[in-house]
């Protein structure tokens, strides 16, 4: 790495498939890709519960006010999924 500039650039990981079924390699992702979440089953497990809590608590709701909760739900899924902020 003579050049300076290469240090500026990155480069995407190896892919399988072509078009829509493209994906990354998940033998060629590691830890300097931001692969590594070791607490991701726990956090599964918590939101899943989670989850499951609000479904018991909902029987006695309306459906609207259920499908509101749930997407709450998913929402904090993929906003910690995706590391985005509130």
């Known amino acids: 790495m003579s050049d300076p500039l290469d240090k ?5 990981p190896a892919t399988l ?5 493209s994906r990354y390699d998940p033998e060629a992702l590691s830890v ?5 979440f070791p607490d991701a089953a726990r956090l599964w ?3 899943q519960q989670a989850s ?3 479904l018991e608590a909902a029987d006695g ?4 006010e259920a499908a509101h909760q ?6 904090l899924l993929f906003q910690v999924g995706t590391g985005a902020k509130r």
């Open 8 to 12: 500026a650039t990155s480069r995407a």
């Open 17 to 21: 498939g072509e078009g829509c079924l």
């Open 32 to 36: 300097e890709d931001g692969t590594d």
């Open 45 to 47: 497990e918590q939101l």
């Open 52 to 54: 499951s809590n609000r």
């Open 61 to 64: 709701q309306s459906d609207t």
């Open 70 to 75: 749930l997407l709450q739900a998913r929402s």
